[in-house]
């Protein structure tokens, strides 16, 4: 079964630092997806992206984040300067063609923890 | 704007006990509705989903009826077992339209623990 990959599993980084999480989606997905879940809490939509832009963000998503499909392949989140409230669980997401939220597929996730 | 609530947790059972896990939604129109369990160090996987009113979403010997008069999808199953602990997460999404993107949006989540 097709699998949205993410890496790392877990990034430990100081605060200030820029980190990037990488996603690979499904092949034929259009649709992607980063979410986060801060320990114990709910899980937050950060943005969404379908053909090559934002289309739609979160508040949560502000001038520290980034997102970019650099190669066809790849699904990247990057946090330009990290805090300590931005230690959470990413998870990535993928969605197909007229598959809405039905079709989503997440990755495993990677702990981000900013010391 | 739309929104889940889920009952608090953690929630504790004995093997074979019946479990609920409650929701219940407030959204415009008709929206999606899935549960997915995220497992002790795992992701996040879909549990089941209900996409119209009245529908029953089931998998594994879980299931949950979207109820539109009640605004609800509560989560059971008859006969728990200790490899259901997980943590819970009732979602929705926007109204289904062929080829839209679709945020979720996510209850806070129930812990289960199923003692032996």
């Known amino acids: ?40 809490q709910k899980v937050e939509f950060l943005v969404s992206f379908y053909n090559n832009e934002i289309s739609e963000k979160s508040e949560i998503f502000d001038d520290q984040f980034s997102v970019e499909r650099p190669d066809g392949s790849n699904f990247t989140l990057k946090i330009r300067s990290t805090k300590l409230e931005d230690s959470a669980m990413y998870f990535c997401a993928s969605t197909g063609p007229g598959q809405g939220a039905r079709g989503y597929t997440f990755g495993s996730g990677t702990r981000l923890t900013v010391v | 704007g739309n929104s889940v609530t ?57 299931e949950a009826t979207y109820r539109k008069e009640t605004t609800s999808f509560h989560l059971e199953k008859g006969s728990v077992q200790v490899s259901d602990s997980a943590v819970y997460f009732c979602a929705l999404s926007g109204p289904y339209n062929a080829g839209n993107n679709r945020k979720l949006i996510w209850g806070l989540g129930t812990s289960l623990a199923v003692n032996p």
């Open chain 2, 6 to 62: 889920q009952m608090e947790g953690p929630v504790t059972l004995s093997e074979e006990a019946f479990l609920t896990i409650n929701c219940t939604y407030t959204a415009t129109g008709y929206p999606s509705l899935f549960w997915y369990v995220q497992y002790p160090g795992e992701g996040l996987q879909l549990l089941l989903k209900a996409t119209k009113a009245d529908d029953k979403g089931s998998n594994k010997g879980f």
């Open chain 1, 1 to 40: 079964e097709p699998e949205v990959t993410q890496t790392p599993s877990h990034q430990v980084t100081q605060m200030g630092q820029e980190v990037i999480l990488r996603c690979v989606p499904i092949s034929n997905h259009l649709y992607f997806y980063w979410y986060r879940q801060i320990l114990g």
